[in-house]
């Protein structure tokens, strides 16, 4: 017998006495559990059944489960922030651990492509995960492949057809009405604001547990004097509907103590979320429903689920179209771009109130299709054409976007001439100062002085008062500070500033240089100063586009083969 082959041999008896040796020593193992809601933690297999059944089945496994983790929460929306589960991970890692066990392979993951990419990663890394009630699998072999496949299909399949039952439940449940009071059923969420929740016992379900409804009343809770509720219609009817812009809004509800929604104080952007047509058809009293997607991107209003008379209204339909008919008169503003700011960044040139529809005022937005992208009224997608008419115009985004970016080429090729050109700035600068500063700006600029000088005191007043938030409120009042400084400027004003035609022709050639390479929200803020405006005419199927320079007004008409009647989505 060769040398080597007697070492082969006393080396394989030492390997496998060390292996019998190390066999009797469990291994360590991790635990992990989850359940998609609170409501499955109570009614399906809950996380303590799932550890019990998991440390009950680990000796035959030859392993000890030192550690136990667990996680309430949906893998299919909450893919990318589990910190419990990562937290598992990464003491596994760090503690040597190999096993990690859990129930089944969904609680792992729902999603097929993710759990198995998530299995491979782990094992990878040296860690094999254990499912209860679930085939082991060989990766190492086509069958096993195929097992795990099949058996993160089947968790996924599964997940899908829940999805599907529980919002078939919805829809029926929010158009259902109780019996004793004859509001609509609610689906749970947080109500709009100046309503609360009522819960309502009905009967039994199926395993003899109380069956819980909900609906909604209006909220009778007083702060500064009034009714939550009788808030809601002051902001509404009185301030929004009037043309109080979002953060005229947010300042007079932090001014008076009104409690925020969530936060401690509010923002813009809750404003912003209260004034859609969404919200304010619920303030009108109707049921509305599948609404957004579980990314929170709007649905089209032909998939919402609108049931009228579902709750107390706090508004009339009148006042809510008042309301919608002040946010269109600001859209385009620096009031709107402070609540959204996704109009500047939009790649749409044209959205944030530059086009408009001369049918019923609304902007023009960007909306994109299986067939292309395109600008329609906003009245079309946000409320069914109501306000404006059938059918919507759809209006290819890069043909009007080229004939406008060609009508300012050739304005520009006019402003070759320097002194020309100079003249016509100097003459538009005459005319924008005159609409701020002249006659008119100055009769109006004591109201507005005094109008601030009032608010100026009432912050001052807070602060005195206890006010906690110190940062705002000197924040707040720099701005008022700097508006005082504006409006007394404007009575004191001489004559409107003249350029020369060095810094005209410098001023045009960085245009030219920004509109050819600029990013969308600098080439938008530019298209502002140089259109005077684009108006979609539905009826004549035509673009109107004017310019800003007295002498250079230009018109382009986009028409024809663009809309055809089939490309009008009826």
């Known amino acids: 017998m060769p040398a080597w082959s007697e070492l082969l041999q006393d080396l394989t008896r030492v390997s496998k006495a060390n292996d ?11 635990a992990w559990a989850r359940v998609s809601t609170k409501m499955q933690e109570q009614r399906g297999l809950s996380i303590p059944e799932q550890l019990r059944d998991i440390r009950g089945n680990a000796p035959a496994q030859n392993a000890q489960i030192t550690r136990e983790f667990s996680s309430v ?32 392979l969904s609680r792992l993951s729902r999603d097929s492509e993710g759990g198995r990419a998530l299995v491979r990663k782990l094992r990878s890394d040296g860690i094999e995960i254990i499912s209860l009630n679930d085939p082991r699998i060989d990766p190492e072999t086509p069958m096993g492949v195929y097992v795990e496949a099949l058996t993160f299909a089947k968790g996924e399949a599964y997940s899908l057809d829940v999805a599907f039952h529980t919002r078939k439940g919805c829809r029926a449940n929010i158009q259902a009405r109780d019996p004793e009071t004859g509001w609509c059923y609610k689906n749970g969420g947080l109500p709009p604001w100046g309503y609360r929740s009522v819960r309502l016992q009905r009967g039994l379900d199926k395993r003899g547990l109380p069956l819980i409804k909900c ?8 702060v500064a004097g009034r009714p939550t509720h ?15 812009s979002l953060a005229e809004l947010r300042d007079f509800c932090n001014q008076t103590g009104i409690p925020a929604r969530r936060k401690a104080y509010w923002g813009t952007s809750t404003w912003n979320a209260i004034l859609q047509p969404s919200v304010l058809m619920q303030f009108c009293g109707y049921g509305v429903w599948n609404v957004h997607t579980k990314k929170g991107r709007e649905r089209p209003p032909d998939e919402w689920v609108i049931v009228p008379n579902a709750h107390p209204a706090l508004i009339s339909e009148d006042e809510a179209r008042a309301i919608m008919a002040a946010r269109r008169r600001a859209q385009g503003t620096a009031a709107i771009l402070a ?47 109501m306000g404006c008419g059938r059918p919507g115009v759809y209006v290819p985004r890069r043909a009007v976007e080229a004939e406008v970016c060609k009508g300012l080429s050739e304005l520009l090729n006019l402003c070759a001439d320097p002194d020309r050109f100079t003249r016509q700035v100097n003459a538009e600068l005459r005319r924008h100062w005159e609409e701020v500063y002249g006659h008119a700006g100055r009769s109006t600029a004591p109201k507005q002085l005094e109008q601030v000088e009032a608010k100026i005191a009432n912050i001052r007043r807070t602060v005195e ?19 005082r400084e504006r409006f007394a400027a404007a009575l004191d004003r001489g004559k409107p500033p003249q350029l020369d035609s060095h810094t005209v022709m410098a001023y045009r050639r960085e245009t030219e240089k920004l509109m050819n390479s600029g990013q969308p929200a600098e080439r938008k803020r530019l298209l502002r100063v140089w259109v005077q405006e684009i108006k979609l005419e539905p009826q004549r199927l035509e673009v109107k586009i004017s310019y800003r320079l007295p002498e250079a007004v230009m018109k382009g008409v986009v028409a024809g083969a663009g809309f055809e009647p089939a490309t009008f989505g009826l």
């Open 20 to 30: 019998s040796d190390q066999s009797t020593l469990p291994d360590k193992a991790f």
């Open 73 to 104: 929460g949906s893998v299919f929306r909450h893919r990318g922030d589990r910190p419990e589960f990562e937290r598992m991970i990464a003491q596994a890692k760090a503690e040597g651990v190999k096993k990690i066990f859990v129930h089944d």
């Open 215 to 222: 609906v909604w009343a209006l909220d009778d809770i007083v």
């Open 230 to 244: 009788g808030w809601v219609r002051h902001c509404l009817v009185e301030r929004a509907a009037a043309g109080a």
């Open 339 to 385: 609540g959204s700011g996704r109009s500047e960044t939009s790649p749409y040139l044209l959205s944030g109130g530059i086009f408009k529809c001369q049918r019923c005022g609304s902007n023009m937005i960007g909306f994109r299709t299986s067939s292309g992208e395109y600008y329609i009224c906003g009245s079309q997608p946000y409320r069914k054409g």
């Open 465 to 483: 008062d206890g006010f906690a938030d110190a940062s705002w409120a000197n924040a707040r009042l720099r701005e008022l500070l700097a508006e």
